[in-house]
């Protein structure tokens, strides 16, 4: 079994402007820089052979080349269930198009539809029972975040695991953008 996701790198310049935010949660696991994406599909763990015909599936997607920014930011959960604080990104009909391509590749491989409504997003941190006062303090501080935008020409299938210091990503393929 392998645990898989598709994303979109963050630029290395785009990245180390989010590096300044990471601070004012108490006990935050704040992610690093090499660890910034946007997730564009999320698959788990899976067989070995799920996971070729999801490659072969990937591979087949055509998408144009496009321009994104990061804007705002936000968490996922709420009062004592509030488990990660994010940069947002600003709303693009080609990102939502991609990742529709990656919910019929992964369905194209016999992975189950994802229910969750698509919130794209870099995680910046994890929480574990953080101060929902902090917590507010630091979307109110970030919540007018904008990055320069950036060039999406590229996305790539991503296995994980758990360390220490949280999870581990390891770029397993890369598919161009814009034929």
């Not at 090499?34 to 070995?48: K, N, P, Q, S, Y």
Request: neutral net charge; aromatic residues 8%.
């Amino acid at each position: 079994m392998i645990r898989l996701f598709t994303a979109i790198t963050i630029p290395p310049q785009i990245g180390q402007g989010l590096l300044p935010r990471q601070a004012g949660i108490e006990g935050a696991r704040w992610r690093p820089l090499e660890a910034f994406h946007i997730t564009l599909r999320f698959v788990g763990d899976v067989a070995e052979d799920v996971a070729a015909d999801l490659d072969e599936a990937l591979a087949q997607i055509v998408s144009p080349a496009f321009d994104l920014e990061l804007a705002g930011a936000g968490c996922f959960g709420e009062g004592a269930d509030l488990h990660a604080v994010w940069a947002g990104v600003a709303e693009s009909a080609a990102l939502r198009q991609l990742q529709k391509g990656h919910e019929r590749a992964a369905r194209a491989a016999g992975l189950k539809p994802e229910s969750r409504l698509y919130t794209p997003h870099v995680t910046l941190a994890y929480l574990k029972r953080p101060s929902v006062p902090e917590v507010g303090s630091w979307l109110q501080a970030n919540n007018l975040l904008r990055s320069p935008a950036f060039r999406v020409d590229r996305f790539g299938l991503y296995s994980s695991w758990q360390t220490r210091e949280g999870s581990a990503y390891r770029l397993e393929r890369e598919y161009p953008l814009g034929l």
